[in-house]
C-alpha cells in the first residue's frame, strides 16, 4: 500500500523522473510497484497527470498511434524535475507528498 506520505501523483512523477513514458507504462510501473494496492485505472493515470501538467511539470512528448489505441507519451519538464527533486524529500505540513492525495485531488 502506498505510504502516508505518498500520492499517486508524486508516483507518477517518479516514474517519469527516470524518462518518459506513456500511460499505459505509468499505469504498469504502478501496478508493479504497488501490488497489494488497487490497480490504477487508466483513466485516473490522465486525471491525475492533468494538474502538473497544467502547472508546467509534465508535458506531453509525444502523441502516436500504430494501429492500436492513442498513445500519449509525457516527460518531466525542468520544473517538474526540480519539482520532483525537492518534493521527494520534503512532505507538506499534513505529512504527504505534494500534488495531489490519494483520490487525485488537492
Known amino acids: 500500500m502506498y ?3 505518498m500520492s499517486i501523483g508524486h508516483v507518477l512523477l517518479g516514474v517519469l523522473s527516470a524518462g518518459p513514458a506513456h500511460g499505459y507504462d505509468l499505469k504498469r510501473e504502478h501496478d508493479a510497484r504497488f501490488p497489494s494496492a488497487k490497480p ?3 483513466g485516473q493515470v490522465y486525471s491525475t ?3 502538473p501538467e497544467r502547472d508546467g511539470l509534465v508535458e506531453v512528448a509525444e502523441t502516436s ?3 492500436g489505441p492513442e498513445r500519449t507519451t509525457y516527460a518531466l519538464t525542468s520544473a ?3 519539482h520532483w527533486r525537492r518534493g521527494s524529500r520534503s512532505p507538506n505540513r499534513q505529512g504527504r507528498m505534494p500534488l495531489t492525495t490519494r483520490s487525485g485531488r488537492r
Open 80 to 82: 517538474g524535475r526540480s
Open 65 to 67: 498511434q500504430d494501429g
Open 40 to 42: 490504477l485505472a487508466f
Open 3 to 5: 505510504s502516508r506520505r
Open 49 to 51: 497527470l492533468s494538474r
